[in-house]
């Protein structure tokens, strides 16, 4: 009987673990806003603001770790981008393309692909990317965050999802608004 019940609190436990929820909870808002880093340039006067990362792993065995960075001129103009940290094994996969609610992404910038360690079994690869966004998009996106689809030349497509919860804390963060 012991063996059954630790059978069954250790399936519920990988099944919990292993669906990627949308769902997050309103206090991540918080947890948003006071994990984003806000670092001023004193010289020119601008400011850049990084949100903190998501991190998710995907069918292809993708490891995912995204956020969102910000830039605001002396003038107060802010620009805004999805910084994207793709590492995955096996090939390079060149990604090279994204896509925004169905339509492709104004812009879309390999920042680095790097090579790690190589071993029998294959090579790690990263790619870091940059898709910029407006800040009406974001706002667009406060009640129920974006997907976005990122293609590669090999054929492999990675979804990330940034829930609203996130772009909300991060703007909070981004237009000085405390809680």
């Not at 805004?80 to 940290?85: G, I, K, R, T």
């Not at 169905?102 to 360690?117: C, L, M, Q």
């Not at 009640?143 to 497509?157: L, T």
Request: proline share 4%; charged share 20%; aromatic share 12%.
């Amino acid at each position: 009987m012991y063996r059954i019940a630790l059978l069954l609190v250790v399936s519920f436990g990988l099944l919990a673990c292993a669906n990627n929820d949308k769902k997050v909870g309103s206090w991540e808002i918080n947890d948003v806003y006071q994990s984003t880093m806000v670092t001023p340039n004193p010289v020119t006067g601008e400011k850049t603001y990084v949100g903190p990362p998501i991190n998710t792993m995907d069918a292809a065995n993708t490891y995912e770790m995204f956020s969102l960075r910000s830039e605001q001129t002396k003038q107060g103009v802010k620009s805004y981008e999805l910084l994207v940290h793709l590492t995955y094994f096996s090939q390079w996969r060149y990604y090279d393309s994204a896509s925004l609610a169905n339509a492709p992404a104004p812009t879309f910038k390999v920042i680095s692909r790097e090579a790690g360690v190589c071993e029998a079994s294959g090579c790690t690869f990263k790619e870091l990317l940059s898709i910029s966004l407006t800040d009406a998009f974001l706002k667009d996106h406060l009640k129920n965050g974006f997907q976005m689809n990122i293609s590669s030349k090999s054929g492999v497509k990675t979804d990330l999802y940034v829930p609203p919860q996130y772009i909300q804390g991060y703007l909070k963060a981004v237009d000085g608004i405390s809680r």
